[in-house]
């Protein structure tokens, strides 16, 4: 069992703590660990018409899914929540159905021990961890999306990480997602899976 808290923008963009309490993933783990799915910029219907298979063949193993916004409607995440639970942001292409949903601008969660915190776009490249780390103090992993460019980067304190998307890769030569394995508070795999 792994307890997940999740703090999110209220009025005013403080921060307020919504408890979630204790959830299970599909099946338990000997290990206590926690798989995670990281999608972002998903942008259905344009893009996503439903959930592609290698993306599906991922998230059947997946504990929890984290997306990092640009959904575009609602029914994605809906179509998420029958794999596994979902924590979601919002992205400038989401509108009120996706925030009905539960999509904040910015979230932070405890996440089996590991302090996380997500947010769609994490503004220039240059500067971009540093900046993140004083937007974020507390986390040890940040997630974001808006570029569709994936990156994993870390400085041995904290981890960025953008899982690109899985289905407008752009410039990219793949369509990506992320796969992250949490143990005891420290993120023991993070990886880009190409899903195209």
Same mark, same amino acid.
């Not at 204790?22 to 018409?49: F, I, M």
């Not at 989401?94 to 769609?120: F, K, S, T």
């Not at 994993?152 to 289905?167: A, L, M, Q, Y």
């Given at each position: ?33 926690? !798989? ?6 998903? @942008? ?10 290698? +993306? ?14 640009? +959904? ?13 639970? /979902?924590? /979601? ?8 159905? $996706? ?16 302090? +996380? ?17 004083? !937007? ?5 992993? $940040? $997630?974001?999306?808006?570029? @569709? ?36 508070? !420290?993120? +023991? ?5 190409? $899903?195209?």
């Amino acid at each position: 069992m792994c307890n997940v808290h999740i703090l999110a923008a209220g009025r005013g963009g403080d921060l307020q703590r919504q408890a979630v309490g204790a959830w299970r993933g599909r099946r338990a783990r000997q290990d206590g660990g926690v !798989q995670v799915v990281v999608l972002s910029d998903t @942008h259905a219907p344009r893009r996503w018409k439903s959930c592609p298979p290698a +993306v599906a063949a991922r998230l059947r193993g997946a504990d929890l899914i984290l997306h990092a916004g640009d +959904v575009c409607t609602a029914a994605v995440l809906d179509e998420l929540s029958d794999y596994a639970p /979902v924590r /979601v942001v919002r992205g400038n292409n989401d509108g009120p159905d $996706v925030a009905a949903w539960g999509a904040p601008p910015v979230l932070e969660l405890d996440l089996a021990g590991l302090p +996380v915190a997500m947010i769609h776009d994490s503004g220039a490249r240059s500067g971009r961890l540093t900046r993140l780390r004083r !937007q974020f103090p507390a986390a040890r992993l $940040v $997630v974001f999306g808006h570029s @569709h460019i994936p990156l994993t980067e870390s400085d041995g304190d904290v981890r960025i990480f953008n899982p690109g998307s899985p289905t407008d890769r752009r410039s990219q030569p793949q369509g990506t997602m992320g796969v992250l394995r949490i143990e005891d508070g !420290q993120i +023991v795999a993070a990886g880009i899976v190409p $899903v195209t």
